[in-house]
């Protein structure tokens, strides 16, 4: 296919061929339509505007929450060929002065801001003397008041519309389930959009979830498969970051903490480090992740359960985006739940956004107990379907079988009740099994009828059927009272007799996790040397120009470098990933280093 979109996509992107909805989507905005984006991280949603533009005549405008994010689109598209920058408070006034300059010039082709800047009188006023484009808001869902990720900023971007009428704007969004989608549209005052929801399947990733027993020992495992590879492990609080990324030290990983409490240099600079070398393991709280590019990080593991199904899936998107195999990884307990209800108990929210923040954690929960294939229930929660099982998930590879529970769960019930729906797990358990601890015998639960009553199941098993009593509603977590457990009017039916129910019987081993063969586990030994070659020159050129590696050049483009070993620019520029500009800075540099190891080997069939 030809016409300008693919021109611009070949000559400065590098690409031959749109993904997907992208043409679609970059067809309408250049028409002048608003749009709303939904693609999952990784789909490409940024060429989704950068490319209308760079059609279209004037800036194109980009509403990026994070300066972060911000300074790694730039620096792409700058070593792209586009002119491109940001205002932020990252900036002197100089700085500041200079791209104000560039912009009333019409120098610049994109321009990125922050939400908050655009409250301003005197940003408005100076939007209103240049000539936009197109407007972007990204990160949309941060708009949605029952979205994960709400920020307040993003309520006075309805204005946009009024502000710069004929300007066609496109929100986008990794994560939004229909009722959100619908809420960005009203809220953002988008003007007839077209609609666009790509498949939310990540094939790539495998889903992992696991009970916590012993938390620290399960990641240790888990990690031991990716000895020397990029991932990022979340926990819920900042004093567990810090702890962990210690832990991980000592146990070899190169392991670095980063949560909004820690000095913003540092904070700064351990991101740095994530994007510019390789292997490091960065342990977080959802402070970080949102809009970082990096494309070859192989793991996201979580040591607590998120808040929501829609912010496990926007944090687990963050690995793999090159489309090689990462693990999405995670173990989950009944204490985390009371715990993220307690923080939302205890929040200033309004009673009917807890209630709705409360049935998506059950939601989450749920799915962490489902028996079967993970990713069909993951897509069916976004409206999306899957026809066959993926393969590709614990579910599939060790699947969990069910038993018949009914006298268990009445046993447990009865625990609860008699010991006077004031104790948490750990106590009613201790009863349940007969255990004489201090605890017990202090409240004289040794004299109770339940007293040992489960002593012919496992700790563990006990642990299971409670969590799966909560997630399907005959019990509660009173997050009031510490956790306590507590009847609910539904478990009258089952302590009757008139109602059973069977139980997921959890897998004996969890499934081994095999080392994935992204990135330079990939590549054969004969190509070793030269692999290698090919990345210290991407990494000397990452220093010279201040960029992380992969803003140079993907690992998909050095592998077909390997493969079709160019011998000159015109056969350099049919890979994948190179266009004019890359080319012209870049191309000798590799060229060089594939010439001095030409005499090797033959290039591979085209």
């Known amino acids: 296919m030809t ?16 993904r997907g909805e992208q043409q679609a989507v970059i067809d309408a905005v250049v028409g002048g339509r608003d749009v709303l984006v939904v693609m999952p991280t990784g ?51 100089e700085e500041q002065r200079d791209v104000v300059a560039r912009l009333r010039s019409g120098d610049l082709q994109l321009l990125y801001v ?89 094939p790539n990733i495998r889903y992992l979830v696991q009970p916590k027993t012993d938390p620290r020992r399960q990641l240790l495992a888990f990690l031991e498969a990716h000895r020397g590879h990029a991932g990022i492990v979340y926990c819920l ?117 807890k209630r709705h923040e409360r049935v998506k954690l059950d939601a989450l929960l749920g799915w962490c107990e489902t028996t079967g294939c993970r990713r069909r229930p993951l897509l069916g929660y976004f409206g999306d379907s899957l026809e066959a099982d993926c393969g590709n ?28 729906q004031r104790f948490g797990a750990a106590h009613v358990i201790d009863v349940l099994l007969g255990k004489s601890t201090d605890k017990v015998q202090q409240h004289r639960h040794t004299e109770l009828s339940v007293f040992g ?23 509660r977590s009173d997050p009031e009272r510490y956790g306590a457990l507590v009847l609910t009017d539904r478990s009258r039916g089952l302590l009757r007799g008139e109602t059973t129910v069977a139980f997921r019987q959890e897998p004996k081993r969890p499934v081994k996790v095999a080392r994935t063969a992204g990135g330079s586990e990939a590549i054969a030994d004969a190509d070793r040397d030269l692999w290698d070659a090919l990345r210290a020159c991407r990494q000397v050129l ?32 049919e890979i994948s990933g190179i266009g004019q500009t890359k080319l012209e800075r870049y191309g000798d540099r590799f060229l060089d280093v594939l010439h001095d190891a030409g005499s090797d080997r033959s290039p591979a069939p085209r």
């Open 3 to 18: 016409g300008p979109a693919h021109e611009v996509l070949r000559k400065v992107f590098g690409y031959r061929e749109f």
């Open 43 to 93: 789909g490409g949603k940024s060429l989704c505007y950068q490319v209308p533009a760079l059609l279209r005549e004037g800036t194109g405008l980009v509403i990026s929450p994070l300066i972060a994010l911000m300074q790694d689109q730039v620096n792409a598209l700058r070593e792209s060929g586009v002119e491109a920058d940001f205002l932020n408070s990252s900036q002197t006034s």
């Open 114 to 202: 922050a939400p908050e800047r655009l409250s301003g009188e005197y940003t408005r006023s100076l939007l209103g003397e240049a000539k936009l484009s197109v407007i972007a808001i990204d990160e949309a869902h941060c708009v949605s008041q029952w979205g994960h990720d709400f920020r307040q900023d993003y309520l006075a971007l309805d204005e946009l519309g009024r502000l710069f009428p004929g300007v066609p704007r496109l929100a986008l969004t990794a994560t939004a389930t229909e009722r959100t989608r619908k809420e960005i549209v009203d809220r953002l005052a988008l003007t007839e959009p077209g609609i666009f929801v790509a498949p939310f399947d990540r």
């Open 237 to 353: 609080s900042r004093n567990k970051t810090e702890s962990t990324a210690e832990w991980l030290q000592a146990e070899g990983y190169k392991a670095l903490p980063y949560h909004a409490g820690l000095d913003s240099s540092l904070r700064r600079e351990h991101q740095r480090r994530f994007q510019a070398e390789d292997g490091i393991v960065v342990v977080a709280t959802i402070a970080f992740g949102m809009g970082i590019d990096k494309p070859d990080v192989r793991f996201v593991a979580h040591l607590d359960l998120p808040k929501s199904m829609e912010a496990y899936y926007q944090e687990t998107g963050r690995a793999g985006r090159d489309g090689e195999p990462a693990d999405a990884w995670m173990v989950y307990g009944l204490q985390d739940v009371v715990r993220l209800r307690q923080m939302l108990d205890q929040s200033d929210a309004n009673e009917d956004h």
């Open 393 to 420: 998930c614990d579910g599939c590879l060790t699947p969990a079988g069910s038993w018949d529970g009914t006298e268990a769960a009445r046993k447990m019930l009865s625990a609860v009740y008699r010991t006077g």
């Open 453 to 475: 009553i489960g002593a012919d199941l496992e700790s563990r098993t006990w642990r299971s059927i409670l969590r799966q009593l909560v997630v399907m509603g005959y019990l």
């Open 542 to 573: 990452a220093a010279e120009h201040g960029v992380p590696p992969y803003v140079i050049f993907h690992d998909r483009t050095l592998k077909q470098m390997l493969n079709l070993r160019p011998r000159s620019r015109a056969e350099l520029l």
